[in-house]
Every structure is written in structure tokens, then in C-alpha cells.
């Protein structure tokens, strides 16, 4: 009797864009739903995310270029500079669902609930990975805010461009948990919850969970840092008039004690 034998499936993670409308999708057989999973290429497997990832399973270079620009139309604020990550999937049917140490991914078969849900943890990573990047430009930049609050000035701060900033950091955060929900449950475990132990080994190899917590503080840093910085652009917007108020009555008085004299 022949021993089953090992293969070995090239894994491609690309972040497309803000988001991914799949309900337009006309190519591709589908083979299971949340997420949906389709067949592409030659012999090769896509799993699609309604927030803007796509995980490709076994295409060649060419396949996978033909395959995304069929993917163009569908995509939603498409990102300048795609994110994207690779990593290996070995196919070993004596072995079990496991991580090693370099970082390939084994899987006992290749069955499509196995593949969404490695596809669901990717897809996870490379968003995470995205937004910690913008929030921590965001979240650096408020250090020249803290100082300067210190010192007791806030002339200097351009607070309309950190404003932007800020507002586009709470934008990604309502993305992201809107949309991504990195800490829910993948769909796929209802129908196969024996995938359980797979799941949790994949997310501590990536460590979400982690990273996620970290995340949190820094938005929560963020938007205090908003709160504070908001509350101070209206106290002095308010002493501003509450000067112009006080100059127009002081200009006033002077205006009818000068009439009094003339006369």
C-alpha cells in the first residue's frame, strides 16, 4: 500500500482595500460560504473577506495577477500600496493540524473548512497588522502634543492637521470592529467545531488576542487625546470671544464718553 503523500500549497495574503463587495462576484465555482471560499486558477482555492482581503491557496504568479484583476471591479477604496504576506501550507494526511517552528502551517487534508479558517486567521493578521501601522503614526504624534501641554502652550501645534489624523484613526477603529470583529468566533467552528484546537493554535502564533489588547489602549489613548485636545481648542475659542466682547464694551464706553465731551 502506497503512504499517503505530502504537499506542499504556496499561500498568498493580500489586503485589497477598505472593502470587498463579494456579492458581485460572477467567476468561480463556490464551495462553502462565511467566508466564501471559491475555486481559482489552475488548481487553486480564494477565500474572500467583505473587509478588503483576499487569501489565495496554490496559484502560480500568473494565475494569481489574472485572478485579482477580475477582482478590480469589486473592490471598494483600494489602497495604494497593497498589504501582503506569504506562508507555506504543508498537506501531511499522517500527521496533524499543527504550526512549526518555521512557520509553515500542517494541515491533515485540505478540505475547504480547514482552508477558511486558516484564511480567516490570516486575513485577521495582515488588518491588524495594517491598522497598527497607521494608528501607531498617529499615536507618535501625539508625544509634541503631551509636551507641549506640559509647558502650558499650544500655539505651535498644527491641531487641525492632528485632528485629521485623529479622526482617521477613530474611522479605522469603527472599520475594525465593525467589520473585521478580530475576536469573534469564526462561522466555520459551528459547523466544525473539532477545528477548535487548530483555531486557538493558530491565533496564539499570531498572537491577536495580544496585539488586539495593545491596540485598544493605544485607540483609547487616541481618543482621550482627542477629548482633551477638543475641550481645549473651545476653551480658547471661547476666551477669544470673551476678550472680542469685552473690546467691543470698552470701545463703546470710549465711543459715548467722547460724544459726551464733544457736546
Given at each position: 500500500?502506497?503512504?499517503?503523500?505530502?504537499?506542499?500549497?504556496?499561500?498568498?495574503?493580500?489586503?485589497?482595500?477598505?472593502?470587498?463587495?463579494?456579492?458581485?462576484?460572477?467567476?468561480?465555482?463556490?464551495?462553502?460560504?462565511?467566508?466564501?471560499?471559491?475555486?481559482?486558477?489552475?488548481?487553486?482555492?480564494?477565500?474572500?473577506f467583505r473587509y478588503g482581503v483576499v487569501v489565495l491557496f496554490g496559484l502560480a504568479p500568473m494565475e494569481e495577477?489574472?485572478?485579482?484583476?477580475?477582482?478590480?471591479?469589486?473592490?471598494?477604496?483600494?489602497?495604494?500600496?497593497?498589504?501582503?504576506?506569504?506562508?507555506?501550507?504543508?498537506?501531511?494526511?499522517?500527521?496533524?493540524?499543527?504550526?512549526?517552528?518555521?512557520?509553515?502551517?500542517?494541515?491533515?487534508?485540505?478540505?475547504?473548512?480547514?482552508?477558511?479558517?486558516?484564511?480567516?486567521?490570516?486575513?485577521?493578521?495582515?488588518?491588524?497588522?495594517?491598522?497598527?501601522?497607521?494608528?501607531?503614526?498617529?499615536?507618535?504624534?501625539?508625544?509634541?502634543?503631551?509636551?507641549?501641554?506640559?509647558?502650558?502652550?499650544?500655539?505651535?501645534?498644527?491641531t487641525k492637521d492632528l485632528l485629521i489624523q485623529i479622526g482617521e484613526v477613530l474611522l479605522a477603529e469603527h472599520?475594525?470592529?465593525?467589520?473585521?470583529?478580530?475576536?469573534?468566533?469564526?462561522?466555520?467552528?459551528?459547523?466544525?467545531?473539532?477545528?477548535?484546537?487548530?483555531?486557538?493554535?493558530?491565533?496564539?502564533?499570531?498572537?491577536?488576542?495580544?496585539?488586539?489588547?495593545?491596540?485598544?489602549?493605544?485607540?483609547?489613548?487616541?481618543?482621550?487625546?482627542?477629548?482633551?485636545?477638543?475641550?481645549?481648542?473651545?476653551?480658547?475659542?471661547?476666551?477669544?470671544?470673551?476678550?472680542?466682547?469685552?473690546?467691543?464694551?470698552?470701545?463703546?464706553?470710549?465711543?459715548?464718553?467722547?460724544?459726551?465731551?464733544?457736546?
Amino acid at each position: 500500500m502506497s503512504e499517503p503523500s505530502i504537499s506542499q500549497i504556496g499561500v498568498q495574503v493580500l489586503l485589497l482595500g477598505e472593502r470587498l463587495d463579494t456579492r458581485r462576484l460572477e467567476e468561480g465555482v463556490v464551495l462553502a460560504t462565511a467566508p466564501l471560499i471559491i475555486r481559482a486558477g489552475h488548481a487553486g482555492f480564494a477565500v474572500l473577506f467583505r473587509y478588503g482581503v483576499v487569501v489565495l491557496f496554490g496559484l502560480a504568479p500568473m494565475e494569481e495577477a489574472v485572478f485579482l484583476a477580475s477582482l478590480g471591479k469589486l473592490v471598494a477604496d483600494p489602497l495604494p500600496v497593497q498589504g501582503r504576506e506569504s506562508v507555506d501550507v504543508v498537506i501531511d494526511p499522517d500527521g496533524e493540524d499543527r504550526i512549526g517552528n518555521e512557520g509553515r502551517i500542517y494541515l491533515t487534508d485540505s478540505c475547504p473548512e480547514r482552508l477558511q479558517l486558516v484564511a480567516e486567521v490570516l486575513a485577521r493578521e495582515l488588518v491588524l497588522e495594517h491598522y497598527e501601522t497607521r494608528i501607531a503614526k498617529v499615536f507618535d504624534s501625539i508625544e509634541p502634543l503631551a509636551a507641549s501641554l506640559s509647558r502650558g502652550s499650544l500655539r505651535k501645534l498644527k491641531t487641525k492637521d492632528l485632528l485629521i489624523q485623529i479622526g482617521e484613526v477613530l474611522l479605522a477603529e469603527h472599520r475594525m470592529v465593525g467589520r473585521v470583529e478580530l475576536l469573534e468566533s469564526p462561522e466555520v467552528l459551528w459547523i466544525k467545531p473539532e477545528l477548535e484546537r487548530l483555531f486557538i493554535r493558530l491565533e496564539r502564533e499570531y498572537d491577536l488576542t495580544a496585539r488586539n489588547r495593545a491596540l485598544d489602549r493605544k485607540l483609547e489613548v487616541i481618543s482621550d487625546t482627542a477629548e482633551t485636545l477638543l475641550d481645549l481648542i473651545q476653551t480658547r475659542s471661547s476666551m477669544k470671544v470673551e476678550w472680542y466682547i469685552v473690546l467691543l464694551i470698552v470701545f463703546e464706553c470710549l465711543l459715548t464718553l467722547y460724544q459726551m465731551f464733544v457736546r
